[in-house]
């Protein structure tokens, strides 16, 4: 069946250094996923994006590849702050059940460490 | 703040009551979504509305959950007869593929704790 989901629940870095989540995925059908930051006690926050036909895609101090032949995602935070402390969750949408729905997968929670 | 919103933030019930949440799209989104979210869970879909129709419900959408949105503007999520099972977050969101792609943007949800 579908699915998403991260290959490790908990992640700590040293403040100043990069951050790598990853982020594997069942769904070859998928064609667009998204990345969402949740800080505790509040919504998922929009982080980015990246549509199945690109590899690669950049924000401000984030980067997120897509390896389809895989089916593996990632996101790269650059010079990780404490304010980047929170959960991170992959989703995917374009699913064989519905366009519009998001499947989120589990989460990893980023620690940074002062 | 143009944000999505959502209230009451916080709910807690006695099994067997009914709740109410609202919830206040980004103006002129036209698509709005609800999830539920349990501790140390992904938010899970519920349902989605495009202006005042409901597109798609959930198989986690029971008979005692209804959501409404009947002039295409803010959303109502009623549980009825609630158990402590529906325990959980419950997320609001937006989207408007003409404004902003097809992001959704999520409210700060309301925490429902049945006793």
């Known amino acids: 069946g579908e699915s998403v989901g991260l290959h490790l629940p908990t992640l700590s870095v040293q403040e100043g250094d990069n951050s790598i989540i990853n982020c594997a995925y069942s769904n070859s059908a998928s064609d667009y996923f998204i990345w969402y930051k949740q800080e505790s006690g509040k919504g998922p926050q929009f982080i980015i994006d990246i549509r199945s036909n690109m590899d690669k895609r950049q924000g401000q101090r984030v980067t997120v590849l897509l390896n389809k032949t895989v089916k593996h995602l990632s996101l790269q935070i650059a010079a990780t702050q404490p304010g980047d402390s929170a959960v991170y969750f992959c989703?995917?949408?374009?699913?064989?059940?519905?366009?519009?729905?998001?499947?989120f997968g589990p989460g990893t929670s980023l620690s940074v460490i002062p | 703040d143009t944000g999505v919103s959502q209230d009451p933030r916080h709910k807690i019930t006695k099994r067997g009551q009914n709740v109410t949440f609202r919830c206040d799209p980004i103006s002129e989104h036209n698509r709005l979504y609800w999830y539920r979210q349990t501790l140390g869970q992904g938010p899970e879909f519920l349902t989605y509305?495009?202006?005042?129709?409901?597109?798609?419900k959930s198989r986690l959408l029971s008979d005692r959950f209804s959501a409404e949105r009947p002039k295409g503007s803010f959303s109502t999520l009623e549980i009825q007869r609630t158990e402590q099972g529906d325990s959980a977050m419950y997320l609001c969101?937006?989207?408007?593929?003409?404004?902003?792609?097809?992001?959704?943007?999520f409210g700060p949800g309301t925490r429902l704790l049945v006793l």
């Open positions: 969101a937006s989207s408007s593929i003409k404004l902003a792609g097809e992001t959704q943007y």
């Open positions: 509305f495009q202006n005042e129709a409901q597109l798609e």
């Open positions: 989703a995917e949408r374009g699913a064989k059940t519905s366009y519009d729905k998001v499947i």
